[in-house]
């Protein structure tokens, strides 16, 4: 079966400027979570969604958003990019049930010039 | 204080080596207990899976819960250069079924 599918792979954007990251979770996963990845910072999380709804919120500021659409498909938007901002964000989705682990699709690597 | 803690490193060893990466946690209330395996521009993938206490083998690798220390630990026997990557460990389930990952231990094993 597919894995999780995150687009585009590669984003550079500009100071002040707002990007838009894709999620396809794996047919059946109604959770999906969104993190950002540094080499200082480690794996952070950003927030989780199910059946739409966000479910749970990390430590980040309101400039990063997200949403997941009735497919479970889910998109994270970052506005007022700021230089900090440039990360590899990691999608993963998940089945509803507590002993499943997570998926992870393969990233996408935004670099904030 | 963070749910997880995990020493970032960098470690760097010898092939050949016994690694053992660590992880300690807060909520007494964890039950499952996973490890992830990151290579370079890829993204995390499950390598061991443990619920409660106690140890579980998988070839090399030997993951290892101690929940009245809180505390994780994943061994990786006869490392090879193959293993070079970052390591995360992740557990839970917490307030909203939530999983908490440690920042991950970059691994690199010298041939």
């Known amino acids: 079966k597919a894995g999780v599918t995150q687009t585009p792979r590669y984003l550079i954007k500009t100071r002040g400027q707002q ?14 979570s969104w993190y950002q990845q ?6 952070q999380f950003l927030f989780e969604y199910f059946s739409e709804t966000q479910r749970n919120k990390g430590n980040f500021p309101g400039r990063f958003s997200g949403r997941q659409f009735s497919n479970s498909r889910s998109e994270m938007n970052v506005s007022t990019l700021e230089l ?16 499943n682990g ?3 699709g393969s990233g996408t690597r935004l670099t904030v010039v | 204080q963070k749910e997880v803690e995990q020493d ?13 990466l660590n992880c300690t946690y807060s909520n007494s209330a964890f039950q ?22 106690g140890n579980k083998e998988d070839g090399r690798f030997t993951a290892q819960v101690d929940k ?11 490392s090879q250069p193959s293993d070079s990557a970052t390591y995360l460990c992740a557990m839970g389930p917490g307030t ?10 970059s691994l690199t094993v010298i041939p």
């Not at chain 1, 990007?19 to 999906?32: D, N």
């Not at chain 1, 540094?38 to 794996?43: A, K, N, S």
């Open chain 1, 19 to 32: 990007v838009t990251l894709s999620c396809s979770p794996i047919s059946g996963h109604r959770s999906v």
């Open chain 2, 96 to 105: 909203g079924n939530q999983f908490y990952f440690g920042t991950g231990t």
């Open chain 2, 8 to 20: 970032p490193g960098p470690l760097s060893v010898p092939e050949g080596a016994i690694v053992s």
């Open chain 1, 84 to 99: 900090g901002d440039s990360a590899l964000y990691l999608c993963a989705s998940r089945t509803t049930g507590v002993t």
């Open chain 1, 38 to 43: 540094t080499p200082g910072q480690g794996l």
């Open chain 2, 32 to 53: 499952y207990f996973m490890w992830y395996r990151q290579y370079s521009r890829k993204g995390p993938e499950l390598l061991m899976y443990t619920y409660s206490s």
């Open chain 1, 102 to 104: 997570y998926t992870f």
């Open chain 2, 68 to 78: 009245s220390s809180k505390y994780i630990s994943l061994f990786i026997r006869d």
